[in-house]
């Protein structure tokens, strides 16, 4: 955490823990999750469902319902400010205006009986006076701002009358609408075609490189995840399994986790031989398997790893990585980049 | 397209579903969700029918299986005509023919257990005996990959993995040449996706089977097919052997396609051309080409007639004038 | 095949399950958390005992508790008060030795009338729904699974002839209505029979034109039916009929069935587009198989839940009729009636109005409560979750 100070991060996720509890069981989505957005920078969180990805981003908003939520642990540091003690009306003041969210879905996220124009109305007035003409002028550049066509007549559009693709586009021009510092992405490219997603993952890059602004950008889909990120964090059952700019995650991967994961990509370069598969599935977030929650899956696993927890390892140049086995194994043989340059500035 | 095993042979397929409107459900227009549709699928090949959702290949897949009637067109299975066949007369057929799908949440009888889910295919094809029947659910549970001491569980006691893997158990009871598989893959995690991926390949490769393999993804479908064919609202657009379609795409709704694509290693399949807009609805489209309002090499005649398919060479056919 | 296993092991045999627990363990789980759920099951549970007790007690030529003993100088005695020994004769003896529940204008004992009033009500409630969930599944499930199906001209022309024909000739002119019958059958034998020759010809396309679809044609029908205010539908069907409780139960039945026909129609036509039904049609399982084996158990939760309140409409509507005096006949007893009959002494003998209208309140406001927790019970949103 030796970041703190450092005014270049914008979000600083610490030791986050969260638990959802119903009964006697106690659902453990999250164990000390730590993750930082940089001004200007675009965050990938990937992992597999139930991995606590989407989690974390609804507690940067304080969106977690408590009941049957539950935060005994970490901070979250936005701009200094630690997240988790603001009051109900500091967070509403935060929500759209400096921190806004984009959704997977876009045929639920949007309200069906509000034209497009009264729904991203409302995202400015909400945290700004603007009124009449100025308003309107506003909400046709962000619609123009999000690639549109004709914006203005868009305006008096009804969700339904929209195509999925421009739904998502509208969501985005809804989250910018305040221009907020920091963008979280839920999956937002998950419900569209191929065409529709590499149009919006196009966008999220102009608008970013435009605006300025830092992207939280949550996945399951690693090629998705080498299109966009700068820098990457791999989740796995409610812990960071590994970090690290996207090169190194994609070449040089230091968890038996990320390996499996991009080793199972099925491509047509592969095609002829089997696929690499991660065997089991994903452990009940309630039945987590004690030591590294991945070691009943992992082919490098020795004794300890089902013993004790594993410590985030440094492989350098600010790679980490939770597995000691891979490193210790690995060392010798030099795969392992050492410590050069300053973070983060050159990808 | 003259091999000797080709095992089902779909010619000028057509399906088009009617919209009703009022008090009396007056049919207002057609859909046509499939629109003169042509493959052949060789024995224990795969062949990839690719597209963007809404352009009509899941229809194909239920057509070709007489779960839907088709409009026009033929079906061959085997060199017999199954177009026509009555409920009645598809029995023996059914066996031939199987299917599995992409929600592993929705394939499943909630209140049946995975063996009685496996033992309805049993059922149908008229196995007799009770014990009988638990013995073979219980080699084909573990033949996917279920402890066959599962087999009393419900649906909601397996993870989508699992559940994917009965939903394959099911289909292979009644030892089936050729299965659909409509998005098998697309709503499981990845790690889980290729362990699917895999078993389908080795199920393949012991029991022979043919596949009609559906996906919208490219990666998925450059795995696993031999033959690829990319639809476009009701049409395919090209078909080639995967080789062949991925390194030399000739319609540019393939090149675009390929262009989007993100892969693992930052660069995608093919670059250059990016479509503008979404996918048209396939309700009364205009004629001509499907692709009219989204190709960047739309001419006068491309919206005035329908483009037939252009043989480039043995195995490609391609539905783009221009390009030939 | 078992060196199948061994093939196809690519990965660990036995994957974690989730932990099991049965569909019963899950239900009592979750009933248990819903108290008020809880209370009108308990409530249900002892009604259905009270009422089988009743059937038992008051029913046989000389019952253990006679409802319909008139004792002329103890009446409209309060509840728990000691039968004067002296002016009855020992058969007129209430068994108990005490007036339970008070006696009323005839000196009859209020607690065996309100006995055998329990298995009316309950009869009533569960025969009534019996016939309505039957219709309206059977309605749903043609609705929602024919329901493409198109209906020709032909097919109509008969159907009304026959439906016109069954009603003539039950309730007003037998020989019509027979005659009317057997057109219909002869026109129906005619049109097999003549629609290949008439193939072509205007007549063909006539009589043969598809007109409406079966869903269209049955959803029509629930509109009507849902168009009646149904109280009064019923109070005309039974001025018409000769008074008895099976007619009654009957006509209750048949009127309250388009509830059920649209929750089971609306089940069955987003069943019939999900996978595990396509699966089992690709299978070649049979349609009968289909609809009862993978269908209808799926479609049953919804309704379980308004048949449950079905039951305490129906056993207020029998009371409201009874009340009315169009319900059961007199001489037996019904919760209805003996509030009819109390209603005169409202003030001179409260306890004749009060004791039947709190039994009603609690067996309708139990089934009611029943019902909302089953419905939560079995909505599988919160089932799924930890």
């Known amino acids: 955490m030796q970041g703190v100070l450092d005014k270049s991060i914008l979000l600083s996720v610490q030791e986050l823990t969260v638990n959802f509890r119903a009964e006697a069981i106690v659902a453990r989505a999250l164990e000390g999750v730590s993750y930082e957005v940089r001004q200007g920078e675009t965050v990938c969180l990937v992992g597999e469902s139930g991995c606590g990805k989407t989690v974390s981003a609804l507690a940067i908003l304080g969106l977690i319902p408590q009941p049957p939520g539950e935060i005994p642990g970490g901070r979250i540091l936005f701009m200094g400010q630690n997240i988790l003690e603001l009051s109900e009306e500091e967070l509403q003041n935060l929500r759209g205006n400096h921190i806004a969210m984009v959704f997977q879905e876009p045929m639920t996220s949007l309200n069906p009986v509000f034209t497009v124009g009264e729904q991203i109305g409302e995202a400015i007035t909400a945290h700004q006076k603007v009124e009449g003409d100025e308003l309107r002028e506003r909400c046709i550049r962000l619609l123009k701002d999000v690639g549109i066509p004709s914006p203005a007549e868009r305006l008096k559009d009804y969700p339904h009358q929209l195509s999925g693709g421009q739904r998502q586009r509208v969501m985005i021009a809804m989250a910018l609408a305040c221009s907020p510092q920091l963008v979280i992405a839920d999956e937002p490219t998950t419900a569209l075609d191929v065409t529709i997603q590499k149009q919006i993952l196009d966008l999220f890059k102009t608008l970013k490189s435009k605006k300025g602004m830092s992207l939280l950008y949550i996945t399951h889909d690693l090629n998705v995840v080498a299109n966009i990120a700068d820098r990457v964090y791999v989740m796995y059952a409610g812990i960071i399994t590994e970090q690290g700019k996207k090169r190194d995650i994609f070449q040089n991967p230091c968890h038996p986790y990320t390996r499996g994961l991009i080793a199972s990509l099925p491509a047509r370069s592969k095609r002829g031989e089997a696929l690499h598969s991660i065997p089991g599935t994903v452990p009940d977030p309630a039945y987590k398997p004690r030591g590294c929650p991945f070691h009943p899956r992992c082919t490098y696993a020795v004794k300890k790893c089902s013993e004790e927890f594993p410590e985030m390892l440094d492989c350098g140049d600010g790679h980490l990585s939770r597995c000691p086995v891979v490193l210790s194994s690995e060392r010798k043989t030099n795969t392992i980049r050492t410590h050069e340059g300053p973070h983060y500035s050159d990808l | 397209m003259t091999t000797n095993n080709i095992m089902l042979r779909s010619t000028g397929l057509k399906k088009y579903f009617p919209v009703r409107r009022g008090f009396l459900q007056r049919v207002v227009g057609w859909i046509k969700a499939v629109d003169g549709v042509d493959f052949d699928i060789e024995q224990a090949k795969t062949l990839g029918l690719v597209g963007e959702s809404g352009c009509g290949k899941s229809t194909v897949g239920r057509l070709i299986l007489k779960l839907l009637e088709p409009d026009e067109g033929k079906i061959i299975y085997k060199s017999k005509d199954i177009t026509h066949l009555s409920q009645n007369e598809l029995t023996p057929f059914r066996k031939e023919m199987q299917i599995i799908f992409q929600d592993p949440f929705g394939s499943l009888n909630p209140r049946m257990t995975a063996g009685q889910s496996v033992e309805e295919g049993l059922r149908a094809v008229g196995m007799k005996g009770r014990r009988e029947r638990k013995e073979r659910v219980r080699e084909l549970l573990q033949m996917v990959g279920i402890p066959a001491s599962a087999a009393d569980r419900f649906p909601h006691e397996f993870s989508g993995g699992q559940r994917q893997r009965i939903g394959i158990a099911r289909a292979l009871s009644v030892e089936p040449s050729l299965i659909v598989c409509d998005e098998p893959v697309s709503a499981l995690d990845v790690s889980i996706q290729a362990q699917i991926i895999n078993l389908l390949k080795e199920l393949q490769a012991r029991l022979g089977l043919g596949y009609l393999f559906i996906s919208h993804d490219l990666n998925v479908v450059g795995y696993m097919s031999d033959m690829v064919a990319v639809m476009y609202l009701g049409h395919i657009m090209e078909y080639a052997p995967t080789d062949e379609l991925f390194d030399h795409p000739l319609h540019p709704y393939t090149f675009a396609l390929l262009s989007a694509v993100p892969a693992a290693n930052g660069t995608p399949l093919k670059q250059g051309l990016e479509l503008r807009g979404e996918v048209p609805s396939a309700f009364n489209p205009p004629p001509g080409c499907k692709f009219q309002a989204r190709c960047p090499l739309a001419e006068d005649r491309c919206r005035r007639t329908e483009i037939p398919f252009y043989e480039i060479n043995q195995n490609h056919l391609v539905r783009c004038w221009k390009v030939v | ?386």
């Not at chain 3, 001025?239 to 048949?254: D, T």
Request: proline share 6%; glycine share 8%; net charge positive.
């Open chain 3, 1 to 386: 095949m078992n060196t199948d296993k061994k093939e196809f092991a690519a990965f660990p045999e036995e994957e974690a399950l989730v932990p099991s627990r049965s569909r019963a363990q899950e239900f009592f789980r979750l009933l248990n958390k819903n108290r008020l759920a809880f209370a009108g099951l308990a409530i249900f549970i002892l009604f259905f005992l009270t009422a089988v007790a009743g059937l038992v007690l008051t029913s046989g030529t000389k019952p253990v508790l006679d409802p319909a003993l008139v004792r002329l100088p103890e009446k409209l005695r309060p509840p728990l008060s000691r039968p004067n020994l002296q002016v009855l004769r020992p058969e007129q003896i209430p068994r108990l030795g005490i007036y339970l529940l008070g006696t009323d204008d005839l000196g009859r004992d209020v607690f065996a009338r309100m006995l055998q009033g329990a298995w009316v009500s309950l009869t009533v409630g569960f025969v009534a729904v019996g016939i309505s969930v039957v219709v309206g599944i059977f309605m749903g499930g043609i609705a929602g699974y024919f329901g493409q199906e198109q209906i020709r001209a032909d097919r109509i022309l008969v159907l009304i002839l026959l439906f016109l024909g069954i009603g003539l000739a039950f309730l007003a002119h037998p020989s019509l209505g027979i005659l009317l019958f057997a057109l219909g059958i002869c026109l129906w034998i005619l049109c097999g029979r003549a629609k290949l020759r008439l193939e072509g010809s205007p007549w063909a396309r006539f009589l043969f034109a598809e007109t409406i679809s079966v869903d269209t044609l049955i959803m029509r029908l629930v509109d009507i039916m849902l168009c009646f205010p149904s109280f009064f539908l019923i109070l005309t069907v039974v001025a018409l009929l000769p008074a008895s409780i099976y007619n009654i139960m009957i006509v209750i039945g048949l009127t309250s069935w388009m509830g059920t026909t649209r929750f089971v129609r609306a089940e069955f036509l987003s069943l019939r587009e999900q996978d595990f039904v396509t699966a089992a049609k690709a299978l070649g399982v049979s349609k009968w198989r289909i609809i009862f084996r993978h269908m209808i158990p799926n479609a049953m939760a919804p309704v379980l839940v308004s048949a449950t309140i079905g039951i305490a409409t129906a056993i207020l509507t029998e009371a409201g009729l009874s009340f009315l005096g169009f319900g059961v006949p007199p001489p037996h007893a019904t919760w209805g009636n003996i509030l009819s009959d109390g209603k005169r002494f409202i003030f001179d003998a409260p306890w004749l109005t009060f004791e039947p209208g709190l039994a009603i309140l609690i067996v309708v406001l139990s089934f009611n409560l029943f019902g909302e927790g089953l419905r939560d019970i079995l909505n599988p949103k919160l089932r799924e979750r930890y």
